[in-house]
């Protein structure tokens, strides 16, 4: 079991509110993404969930029992940290053992979960190395490693992947979904990287100044954004906000149209404008048309569109494609 329950959360810092109030349900099993721009709490949120931070008020609960006055190594969590933390003068083997080790477990057993762990991780090879003799990714696994053999009702990931360049990024990311799935237990995983939260997801928790604006599936929040704020920060290209007439002839304050959901043409259309930048990634063209009276807008085209810097073209948003929102930025 590893349902968790936040009731009215907070923590605060003398009297600023890094996270005001916060009620979240987190079932058991699941794979829950908190994702924000930087300061927006995530990861302070994780903290308290782990026991290393104190709340100031509200309730933690774990399985339906209250642990928020019950410390860290006490909470039946394990957490994964952006740094590996490992023992440089240590094997792999000792590095995943030490937990076990320090919690005077059975030598034979300790053996035994050390083992199963590397298999899992295929770290079966690297038992007997040290630290320094693996590659970043290799020792990422070996933290998380020392996260399994817990047995842990929850894994906690804090920007695991940050340190890691980017198509280590990439193959980390399927390795510890394909964790989740093979052990099925809950997880909670704190990223900055919007891509990370839709391609790992069950469930994603929007977080902006310590306050939860949407909590959905990736493609919940995706197709139907509850604010512009999570509008603006789910989906990558952004999406395209326009105000001003051009919303207020659709009855909005605000109307967002996602790059893929514009078409393009060289002889006629909606809009009229000229590319200020064409970017041709192979499968995909982004390209910035500058359009008169509504500012810059981002199209996503097939990657052999013959279209270039200065080209003169018209874009037309797809029809059930527009999103609406009123003046105080909720959807309509």
């Given at each position: ?165 980017a198509a280590l990024r990439v193959a980390m990311r ?159």
């Amino acid at each position: 079991m590893g349902s968790i329950r936040l009731e009215q959360l907070s923590k605060s810092f003398g009297e600023h509110a890094v996270i005001p109030s916060i009620d979240l349900e987190i079932n058991d099993g699941e794979f829950v993404v908190f994702v924000g721009p930087s300061g927006c709490g995530k990861s302070t949120l994780l903290r308290l969930i782990a026991g290393l931070e104190d709340a100031s008020g509200g309730r933690i609960l774990i399985d339906g029992k209250d642990e928020t006055a019950t410390p860290p190594a006490q909470r039946g969590l394990a957490m994964v940290f952006q740094s590996y933390a490992l023992y440089p003068h240590m094997s792999v083997r000792s590095n995943i053992g030490f937990p076990l080790k320090m919690a005077k477990m059975d030598p034979a057993e300790i053996v035994r979960k050390v083992e199963d762990a590397a298999r899992i991780l295929n770290l079966g090879d690297y038992l007997d190395r040290k630290p320094g003799q693996l590659s970043g990714g290799q020792r990422q696994r070996v933290a998380i490693g020392r996260a399994i053999v817990r047995s842990p009702r929850c894994f906690l990931f804090d920007e695991p992947l940050s340190n890691l360049d980017a198509a280590l990024r990439v193959a980390m990311r399927l390795e510890i979904t394909e964790l989740h799935h093979k052990l099925g237990a809950t997880s909670i995983y704190v990223t900055h990287d919007q891509v990370e939260a839709m391609t790992m997801a069950d469930k994603i928790v929007v977080l902006n100044k310590g306050r939860i604006e949407q909590v959905g599936s990736p493609l919940d929040l995706y197709r139907r954004p509850a604010n512009i704020f999570v509008a603006g920060f789910i989906g990558s290209p952004k999406m395209n906000l326009i105000s001003g007439r051009t919303a207020t002839d659709e009855g909005a304050h605000t109307i967002g149209i996602r790059p893929e959901h514009l078409t393009l043409s060289t002889e006629t259309g909606h809009w009229k404008g000229k590319v200020t930048v064409a970017e041709h990634l192979g499968s995909d063209t982004f390209l910035h048309v500058d359009v008169p009276g509504i500012g810059t807008l981002t199209t996503r085209t097939g990657g052999d569109v013959p279209v270039r810097h200065g080209d003169e073209v018209f874009v037309t948003p797809e029809p059930g494609h527009l999103h609406k929102f009123n003046e105080k930025g909720l959807a309509l």
